[in-house]
């Protein structure tokens, strides 16, 4: 398996614009999750999906942060508008709920800077 | 909800020396903890977890013990290499909530050859 797939890898944009980031999670895994990683704040959950369906958003810092999965194999993280203070690195991960481990597969992640 | 403290921030070694990181956790119901390591422009990887029955697990070079007790868990590397260079994050959560990770704010390790 490829892994989790991550896009775009590098985002520079302009404070205002519109930024979405998207997601290709391991096949079979019924778990999606968005972190958000800065060095001042470390890894931050945002949002986390189950079969498709969010779970828990409370980490969301805002209405201008969505995120959807149309399908199990996809998921889309959008800002909209974008501010400065969302530069960050976003990562994507997944997880199967029936496995003993628990563990959470990332993708390399989504770099990105609102100038 | 779970706060994790976690020191040092980063620690320098010379190959072949050990390392600890220390992480301290609040909530006395979280009994995963799981260890990542993250190297630079990669995602986290799981290198070893421990759950709250056991208070050591070994995995070749690492290692990591928990105290429970004292809301206390550590990773010990032994005969460290250059490759071991990374960012390290340890984390905790209950079992049944394992989705709710809450990480540390991490130790850059260096080995230095």
């Known amino acids: 398996d490829a892994g989790v797939i991550q896009s775009p890898r590098h985002e520079v944009t302009e404070m205002g614009q519109e930024v979405t980031l998207r997601c290709k999670p391991i096949s079979g895994h019924d778990y999606l999750f968005w972190y958000r990683q800065t060095m001042m704040r470390g890894l931050e959950l945002l949002i986390y999906?189950?079969?498709?369906?969010?779970?828990?958003d409370s980490g969301m810092p805002e209405d201008r942060f969505s995120a959807k999965m149309p399908n199990a194999s996809f998921s889309t993280l959008k800002i909209q508008p974008s501010e400065p203070r969302d530069s960050a690195v976003y990562f994507c991960a997944s997880s199967l709920g029936s496995s003993n481990t628990g563990e959470l597969f990332f993708g390399e992640g989504s770099r990105l800077t609102v100038l | 909800g779970e706060n994790v403290e976690q020191h040092p921030s980063t620690l320098s070694v010379q190959e072949g020396d050990s390392a600890v990181i220390k992480c301290t956790y609040s909530?006395?119901?979280?009994?995963?903890f799981p260890w990542y390591k993250q190297e630079l422009g990669k995602g986290p990887q799981l290198i070893i977890d421990i759950r709250s029955n056991v208070g050591e697990k070994k995995d070749q070079r690492i290692a990591v013990t928990l105290n429970k007790t004292a809301k206390h868990f550590s990773l010990h590397i032994t005969e460290t290499q250059p490759e071991d260079s990374a960012v390290y994050f340890c984390?905790?959560?209950?079992?049944?909530?394992?989705?709710?990770?809450?990480f540390g704010t991490g130790t850059r390790l260096l080995v230095s050859p």
């Open positions: 984390a905790a959560s209950r079992d049944t909530g394992f989705q709710k990770l809450v």
């Open positions: 999906f189950n079969n498709n369906v969010p779970i828990d």
């Open positions: 909530d006395s119901a979280s009994n995963y």
